[in-house]
């Protein structure tokens, strides 16, 4: 499915007409879609896309076919695609997934979630839209209506396109009507800014009184929650774009193997020679780091990745780089990065808490302006445990980017069987024979299913004690917590430092 669903020529109307109204009780054939692209572009021909080399960057599209029911006259709606059938009634402040009663008419609730969102006819034509002229879409004449929401007048906040059929001014069907999320975009300042967008194209719409077992559904009242609870974890962005095409939130890879992640155990290690050479315990680096999770996602020549508009279903993409220079002081349990983008991080596993650093201009000393907590059974590893997994396998020596190196690789396993990652892991040596990294690649195969790479590179890798004045701060006690723990940037840091259970615990969404 495209969601550039402009197919023709416009022809400009010649009088003003008013704004096509629909009733509230209808039925139509739908195919829903959305696209978000949060740091990534849109193409013309419909691809959304992250750059190679974006700082951050995620983009996903969902397309489901199926029937939607709105039931106006008693707030309720009903959509059946390929995931099942949901129901959602706005007076009983319940979303419910049914299946046909075996015992006789009507449905069956399976599963029963609270549904805090009020009653809207999602057929609903911006009251100040404007009459744009004809256009063919879906071989069918439309005319387009171009509105907006704003606040102020004047800061547009979404923009909506829709498109129908007027042949029969009396009963105006739908043909298909996009909106596209613009927040806070001021139009004399930025008229393209888009942040996602969805779409829905109508098919055989009628009206009027629907079947009365439509909504016939049997044990709302002891009708169970998920297993996994009710719980959304997706932005308030990418709820409302989904909310907008009336497609539940996808659940991914990743959403199956964190509880895996967050049950592996995490112990001390310390390991200081391994064949061949040493290990330093206290070092400083140059890092550079790459996240990749790619779900039906296309690499293209340029070096970005694509969710192309024929996806079908679903694709998400997920791209984060980062790095800075790191200072390892396992001797006092920490660690500092100070990163390409400014900020400065420092993970003390005595106090279990990863924190943001700034300078006090005023005391000129550093200070922590926020924290993350750090799971308490993670651990900071020292000398090749730090880089090297307790199974790692010394796959002999070997190049990386033209150099001469020892090359490791180890899995990542759930009940001993299943493969969930591979990574392979290159150090070279030093003249003191201490050895240094060089590079690492992770390659995500849960369950058998490539999803994506995490990258590491190290440069200029310096052995010994660091300067006690770069773990001076101010206030640490003191130091609020910071309510956006689940941040792609965040997530990728503790991917480097091997704080598996931290990372399952914030990792609900990629």
């Given at each position: 499915?495209?969601?550039?669903?402009?197919?023709?020529?416009?022809?400009?109307a010649?009088?003003?007409?008013?704004?096509?109204?629909?009733?509230?009780?209808?039925?139509?054939?739908?195919?829903?879609?959305?696209?978000?692209?949060?740091?990534?572009?849109?193409?013309?021909?419909?691809?959304?896309?992250?750059?190679?080399?974006?700082?951050?960057?995620?983009?996903?599209?969902?397309?489901?076919?199926?029937?939607?029911?709105?039931?106006?006259?008693?707030?309720?709606?009903?959509?059946?695609?390929?995931?099942?059938?949901?129901?959602?009634?706005?007076?009983?402040?319940?979303q419910?997934?049914?299946?046909?009663?075996?015992?006789?008419?009507?449905?069956?609730?399976?599963?029963?979630?609270?549904?805090?969102d009020e009653y809207?006819?999602?057929?609903?034509?911006?009251?100040?839209?404007?009459?744009?002229?004809?256009?063919?879409?879906?071989?069918?004449?439309?005319?387009?209506?171009?509105?907006?929401?704003?606040?102020?007048?004047?800061?547009?906040?979404?923009?909506?396109?829709?498109?129908?059929?007027?042949?029969?001014?009396?009963?105006?069907?739908?043909?298909?009507?996009?909106?596209k999320?613009?927040?806070?975009?001021?139009?004399?300042?930025?008229?393209?800014?888009?942040?996602?967008?969805?779409?829905?194209?109508?098919?055989?719409?009628?009206?009027?009184?629907?079947?009365?077992?439509?909504?016939?559904?049997?044990?709302?009242?002891?009708?169970?929650?998920?297993?996994?609870?009710c719980?959304?974890?997706s932005?308030?962005?990418?709820?409302?774009?989904?909310?907008?095409?009336?497609?539940?939130?996808?659940?991914?890879?990743?959403?199956k193997?964190?509880?895996?992640?967050?049950?592996?155990?995490?112990?001390?290690?310390?390991?200081?020679e391994?064949?061949?050479?040493?290990?330093?315990?206290?070092?400083?680096?140059?890092?550079?780091?790459k996240?990749?999770?790619?779900?039906?996602?296309?690499?293209?020549?340029?070096?970005?990745?694509?969710?192309?508009?024929?996806?079908?279903?679903?694709?998400?993409?997920?791209?984060?780089?980062?790095?800075?220079?790191?200072?390892?002081?396992?001797?006092?349990?920490?660690?500092?990065?100070?990163?390409?983008?400014?900020?400065?991080?420092?993970?003390?596993?005595?106090?279990?808490?990863?924190?943001?650093?700034?300078?006090?201009?005023?005391?000129?000393?550093?200070?922590?302006?926020?924290?993350?907590?750090?799971?308490?059974?993670?651990?900071?590893?020292?000398?090749?445990?730090?880089?090297?997994?307790?199974?790692?396998?010394?796959?002999?020596?070997?190049?990386?980017?033209?150099?001469?190196?020892e090359?490791?690789?180890?899995?990542?396993?759930?009940?001993?069987?299943?493969?969930?990652?591979?990574?392979?892991?290159?150090?070279?040596?030093?003249?003191?024979?201490?050895?240094?990294?060089?590079?690492?690649?992770?390659?995500?195969?849960?369950?058998?299913?490539?999803?994506?790479?995490?990258?590491?590179?190290?440069?200029?890798?310096?052995?010994?004690?660091?300067?006690?004045?770069?773990?001076?701060?101010?206030?640490?006690?003191?130091?609020?917590?910071?309510?956006?723990?689940?941040?792609?940037?965040?997530?990728?840091?503790?991917?480097?430092?091997?704080?598996?259970?931290?990372?399952?615990?914030?990792?609900?969404?990629?």
């Amino acid at each position: 499915m495209k969601f550039a669903l402009v197919l023709g020529s416009i022809t400009l109307a010649a009088v003003v007409a008013a704004v096509p109204q629909f009733p509230d009780t209808w039925q139509s054939g739908t195919v829903s879609g959305i696209a978000i692209f949060q740091g990534g572009v849109k193409k013309p021909d419909g691809s959304v896309c992250c750059a190679g080399d974006a700082p951050g960057c995620k983009v996903q599209t969902v397309t489901l076919a199926g029937t939607t029911y709105n039931d106006g006259q008693n707030n309720r709606t009903r959509t059946d695609n390929a995931q099942g059938i949901i129901v959602n009634d706005y007076i009983k402040k319940v979303q419910m997934a049914v299946t046909p009663n075996p015992a006789g008419k009507g449905y069956v609730c399976q599963q029963k979630c609270p549904l805090q969102d009020e009653y809207s006819n999602d057929l609903k034509i911006q009251s100040n839209a404007v009459d744009k002229g004809t256009v063919m879409i879906n071989g069918v004449e439309t005319h387009e209506w171009l509105g907006y929401e704003t606040i102020l007048k004047v800061v547009r906040m979404e923009e909506q396109d829709a498109y129908i059929d007027q042949s029969d001014a009396s009963n105006p069907q739908p043909v298909s009507i996009i909106e596209k999320l613009t927040p806070f975009d001021i139009p004399i300042i930025h008229p393209t800014k888009e942040l996602g967008e969805s779409a829905t194209n109508y098919t055989n719409f009628t009206h009027g009184s629907l079947d009365p077992e439509t909504f016939d559904v049997k044990n709302i009242s002891d009708c169970p929650p998920p297993q996994n609870g009710c719980n959304q974890q997706s932005s308030d962005f990418e709820s409302a774009v989904h909310h907008r095409a009336g497609i539940q939130e996808p659940q991914t890879v990743l959403d199956k193997i964190q509880d895996s992640l967050s049950e592996q155990k995490t112990e001390p290690r310390l390991v200081t020679e391994t064949a061949g050479g040493k290990w330093p315990l206290d070092w400083s680096a140059t890092e550079h780091s790459k996240m990749l999770i790619n779900q039906g996602g296309a690499p293209e020549a340029d070096g970005s990745y694509c969710c192309l508009p024929e996806s079908s279903v679903q694709c998400q993409i997920q791209l984060q780089n980062g790095g800075g220079q790191r200072y390892m002081d396992y001797s006092n349990n920490r660690t500092r990065l100070e990163d390409i983008d400014g900020t400065i991080q420092i993970d003390d596993f005595k106090s279990h808490k990863s924190m943001e650093i700034q300078r006090n201009e005023t005391t000129g000393k550093e200070q922590c302006v926020k924290y993350c907590p750090i799971d308490p059974e993670e651990t900071l590893d020292g000398g090749a445990a730090f880089f090297l997994d307790d199974d790692a396998t010394d796959m002999g020596a070997t190049t990386y980017d033209g150099q001469p190196a020892e090359h490791w690789q180890w899995k990542e396993k759930i009940l001993k069987i299943i493969t969930m990652s591979t990574t392979d892991f290159f150090a070279g040596t030093d003249s003191s024979g201490f050895y240094t990294p060089l590079g690492q690649t992770q390659d995500l195969a849960p369950l058998g299913r490539h999803l994506g790479t995490t990258n590491m590179t190290w440069a200029s890798f310096t052995p010994g004690k660091q300067p006690s004045d770069k773990f001076d701060i101010e206030n640490e006690q003191d130091c609020p917590q910071d309510p956006q723990c689940g941040q792609n940037k965040k997530q990728l840091r503790r991917l480097a430092l091997r704080q598996w259970k931290t990372f399952a615990r914030y990792q609900k969404h990629f």
